[in-house]
Antibody, heavy 122, light 110 residues
Framework: EVQLLESGGGLVETGGSLRLSCAAS????????MSWVRQAPGKGLEWVSS????????YYADSVKGRFTISRDNSRNTVYLQMSSLRVEDTALYYC???????????????WGPGTVVTVSS | QTVVTQEPSLSVSPGGTVTLTCGLS?????????PTWYQQTPGQAPRTLFY???TRSSGVPDRFSGSILGSKAALTIAGAQADDESDYYC??????????FGGGTKLTVL
C-alpha cells in the first residue's frame, strides 16, 4: 500500500525558509515522479513542483520558481521541498504526491499524503 | 498565461447525471493535455478519479467516467449519490513538466 507522510510545516516569518519532507513507502520509490501541490485556506489546488525518479529533472510553477527547490533522496525514500524567500501567499496546506509513472505527463500525482501546513506571517 | 476553466458550482438530483467540464481560456483540450480529475471533501486530501483522460483510479465506481467532449475534458457522474457532494478539480499538462489546475467545481447533490 502506498503511504506518503509529509512533515516540516510550521509558522515562519516573511522572507524566511522552511524545508518540507515527504517520507514514502509501499512502492519502488525511484521509479516514480513525485510532486508537491498546495492549497491555500479556502482556495483550490495549485501544482507547485515535480521531480523525476532519478532526481535529475525538476519542474516548478512560475509562482515558486527561483524560491523553492525540490529534491529527493532515493536511499531514504524521501522527497523534499526547500522553500526560501517565503511570502504570505505561500501560506497553504502542502501535499506530497506520487505520480503513476516515471514520466512527467499522465498526472502530477495519483496518491497523496495528508499534507503539512505552512503559515507565513508578516 | 493559460487559464484552466471549470464551472464554479453545479447541482444534481440524487440518481441524476451531471457532467463537469475542464477547458482552456484559449484553445481546446485534447488527450495530449492528460486531463486528470480529483475529488476532494473538506479536510481531506485529494482523491484521484481519473488520469490521462479516462484511466480510472483504483476503487472509483463505474458510474464515474472521464472523456473529451468537444473542446473540453469532461467528468460525468451517473446515478449521483449524496456522498458525491464534493469539490472536483481538473489539472492539465502544459508540457515541459508543467501542470495547471482549474479553479474547481463545487458539486451539490440535492
Amino acid at each position: 500500500e502506498v503511504q506518503l507522510l509529509e512533515s516540516g510545516g510550521g509558522l515562519v516569518e516573511t522572507g524566511g525558509s522552511l524545508r518540507l519532507s515527504c517520507a514514502a513507502s509501499g512502492f519502488i520509490f525511484n521509479s516514480y515522479v513525485m510532486s508537491w501541490v498546495r492549497q491555500a485556506p479556502g482556495k483550490g489546488l495549485e501544482w507547485v513542483s515535480s521531480i523525476g525518479g532519478s532526481g535529475a529533472n525538476t519542474y516548478y510553477a512560475d509562482s515558486v520558481k527561483g524560491r523553492f527547490t525540490i529534491s529527493r533522496d532515493n536511499s531514504r525514500n524521501t522527497v523534499y521541498l526547500q522553500m526560501s524567500s517565503l511570502r504570505v501567499e505561500d501560506t497553504a496546506l502542502y501535499y506530497c504526491g506520487k505520480a503513476p509513472f516515471d514520466a512527467t505527463g499522465y498526472a502530477p500525482g495519483v496518491s497523496w499524503g495528508p499534507g503539512t501546513v505552512v503559515t507565513v506571517s508578516s | 498565461q493559460t487559464v484552466v476553466t471549470q464551472e464554479p458550482s453545479l447541482s444534481v438530483s440524487p440518481g441524476g447525471t451531471v457532467t463537469l467540464t475542464c477547458g482552456l481560456s484559449s484553445g481546446s483540450v485534447s488527450t495530449t493535455y492528460y486531463p486528470t480529475w480529483y475529488q476532494q471533501t473538506p479536510g481531506q486530501a485529494p482523491r484521484t478519479l481519473f488520469y490521462s483522460t479516462n484511466t480510472r483510479s483504483s476503487g472509483v465506481p463505474d458510474r464515474f467516467s472521464g472523456s473529451i467532449l468537444g473542446s473540453k475534458a469532461a467528468l460525468t457522474i451517473a446515478g449521483a449519490q449524496a456522498d458525491d457532494e464534493s469539490d472536483y478539480y481538473c489539472v492539465l499538462y502544459m508540457g515541459s513538466g508543467i501542470w495547471v489546475f482549474g479553479g474547481g467545481t463545487k458539486l451539490t447533490v440535492l
